[in-house]
Each structure stands twice: as structure tokens, then as C-alpha cells.
């Protein structure tokens, strides 16, 4: 089992940075395919990135549309950590993010593909 704990939210004004990170407990972190997700007032869950296992090479990642070319995600498995930064942030990147965590093999934006998650962290962008 592996228990998911989000920060790094928080208010900042359109164009601006932040950076997320989510931290794993437990001994099997680097088994677990990693994704972010995000939710909206009034809105479904929607995915926003996911990053794989680490392979021999390098792991794979995958981003929404949305946000492709402005978040990058990336993990340390010796630190039990994934990181979620998020560069020139638009009101519309404004939600609840969270942190999930997918047993199975691949990469999934489906949120149901997902076993655990965390409890979120808000970002709130300014226009």
C-alpha cells in the first residue's frame, strides 16, 4: 500500500511558477506508475501528466494537451518523491491537484487506472 501526501499549491498570478511534489510512503515507490491529476470547482477530475516506472533507460512520460510544453513531471525514487512543475500557469490551470498512484503496467489518463491517492493541494491562478 502506499500512502500519497501533496503540497506546493498555493496562490500565484497568471504567468507564474510553482511546483508540486507528492511524497510516497512505503518501500515500493519505484513499482508504481505516477500521475497527476486535477479537479476544478464544478468540474470532473481530469489528468493533467503521468510519468512511469523507472526503467534500465529513462522513464516515459505523458501530459495532457493542456498543459504540454509548460509542466514537466518527474520523480526520484530514492527520495519516494514525483514533482509536478508547472511554468507560466494560466487561471484556467486554477483546481485541486492530486497525486495518484497506478499499479499496473503503462501509462494511463483514465483516473479509475489508479490504486491510491492523496488529498490534493490547491493552486489558484490570478489573472
Known amino acids: 500500500q502506499v500512502q500519497l501526501v501533496e503540497s506546493g499549491g498555493g496562490l500565484v498570478q497568471a504567468g507564474g511558477s510553482l511546483r508540486l511534489s507528492c511524497a510516497a510512503s512505503g518501500r515500493t515507490f519505484s513499482s508504481y506508475n505516477m500521475g497527476w491529476f486535477r479537479q476544478a470547482p464544478g468540474k470532473e477530475r481530469e489528468f493533467v501528466s503521468a510519468i512511469s516506472k523507472i526503467s534500465w533507460s529513462a522513464s516515459s512520460t505523458y501530459y495532457a494537451d493542456s498543459v504540454k510544453g509548460r509542466f514537466t513531471i518527474s520523480r526520484d525514487n530514492a527520495k519516494n518523491t514525483v514533482w509536478l512543475q508547472m511554468n507560466n500557469l494560466k487561471p484556467e490551470d486554477t483546481a485541486v491537484y492530486y497525486c495518484?498512484?497506478?499499479?499496473?503496467?503503462?501509462?494511463?489518463?483514465?483516473?479509475?487506472?489508479?490504486?491510491?491517492w492523496g488529498q490534493g493541494t490547491q493552486v489558484t491562478v490570478s489573472s
Open positions: 495518484a498512484a497506478r499499479r499496473a503496467p503503462g501509462l494511463s489518463k483514465n483516473s479509475l487506472h489508479y490504486d491510491y
